[in-house]
């Protein structure tokens, strides 16, 4: 809940970025900020692949991790690079997905250098991640077949798919579960992770 309230207002980004260069959504309700449409689609998918890309790995794996000391320093000086990254990539030309994509990979790599403990959570939440996006998407084109055609930028594709699937699209949810998945772990200092069921059981001992 905490990295998806903290992630929800992200979904400015599709006003200012997305929207100009990669794709154009469709909206049941639309608002116009600064001419670029707007729905509350983008609140409601931030709010909810920020908390899923947090806890994918915890939930499957029914892991159970030890909070220590709070990493206030060294978490705002990752995010700042992250944005600071962001914005060198994307005012130097590159289009606003792989922009985003390669500085969530840049602030997750800095994040398991300092903490190695996070190593299995990074990797484990991006390939998830990975196989849970492919399974959704090959859904919602079985219903939407034209989707790519009507809602992305042609200029911003490079035309590789994999199951028909843009690998822009790909690349970005594994990059951000490789954020989302320790950047709460990183900012609370967790401790080695271990089963839910074992925590479970002492306490019950206690």
Known sequence: MFVSLFTAPAALAQVFWFYKDYWRPEYAWTIHIHGVPFG?????????VGGIG?????????????RGSVRLVSTSAIALFGILFFMTLYLSGLISIWASACS???ASLAMIVVDRDLRMDWLMSSVLMFFTVIFIYLIWFAV???AVQKL?????LSG??????????LVWYTSWAMFSGVAY???VNAGPYTKRKAVASRRANI
Do not use: H, M, N, Q
């Not at 790995?57 to 159970?64: G, P, Q, S």
């Not at 992305?152 to 911003?156: A, F, L, T, Y």
């Not at 590789?160 to 699209?169: H, M, S, V």
């Open 104 to 106: 969530l990979i840049a």
């Open 144 to 146: 939407y077949p034209d």
């Open 160 to 169: 590789t798919e994999l199951f028909g699937i843009p690998i822009e699209e």
């Open 152 to 156: 992305w930028v042609p200029s911003g």
């Open 54 to 66: 947090a806890v994918l790995y915890e939930v499957c794996f029914k892991k159970k991790y030890r």
């Open 40 to 48: 509350i689609e983008e609140i409601l998918f931030s709010f909810f």
């Open 185 to 187: 772990e990183f900012f």
